[in-house]
């Protein structure tokens, strides 16, 4: 029997989900987003040291962080004050079809990562709808992502997530520590500059009556 990828209940992964065509319509739609909300430098709370992965979002509500106010979500953009771009449909739709909750996503972070860009282990703990899955999508070059327990200190299970690859973390494993390790250069020709795109789609707000 192969070892899960995580000892927790509740992440799954779908390689391949996106077929070629479905990835490159996928891309222009992300594309044509960025003039709008360029990707910006993330900076940690309180160091104010950067991030190594550049970010943007879709949808009523971004993820953003800096050096004064940390980790938060919030409806503009951080550089340009404007609000987020709308989530491309086909990001809808997969949360329609593999979330199994019966509000909509909220907020569509994009991850960029180019060169030796990585991101250290983490919770995503800044929602309140907790009950809601995170939905990942990965466009470009392979990542291994890294997985683990609810504990930092729990063992934990590497997983490539290659172009067109959709995983979930929900179930227990919403509270999974993860995170990249590293990504494979030259490994999709997806992107025109090489690297990768993730999009993580979440609900942040607890759904009122009227949305369910
Ligand atoms: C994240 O945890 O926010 C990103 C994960 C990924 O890039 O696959
Ligand atoms: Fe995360």
Known sequence: ???PASDLDGFRLWP????????EALRDAVFQRFR????????????????RVRMT??????????????????DTHPETGKPWPDMPEQVL??????????????????????????????????EDAWDAPVLSISLG???????????RSDPTSSVRL??????????AARRAYHGVDRIMTGTSRLLPKGGRINL????VTVPQPAER
């Open 1 to 3: 029997m192969t070892r």
């Open 93 to 126: 739709d997969l949360w329609t079809k593999l979330s199994g909750y019966d509000a909509p996503p909220e907020a569509c972070l994009v991850n960029y990562y180019e060169g030796d860009a990585r991101m250290g282990l983490h919770v995503d703990s800044d």
């Open 16 to 23: 391949g989900l996106l077929d070629r065509v479905a990835q």
């Open 200 to 203: 993580t789609v979440r609900r």
């Open 141 to 151: 070059d392979t990542a291994l992502f890294r997985i683990g327990g609810s504990l």
């Open 36 to 51: 709008a909300a360029p990707f910006y430098i993330p900076r940690m709370p309180k160091s104010g040291l950067p991030m």
């Open 57 to 74: 979002n879709f949808g009523a509500l971004g993820w953003v962080t800096d050096k004064e106010q940390g980790y938060r979500y919030q």
């Open 162 to 171: 290659a172009s067109g690859d959709v995983c979930m973390l929900g179930g």
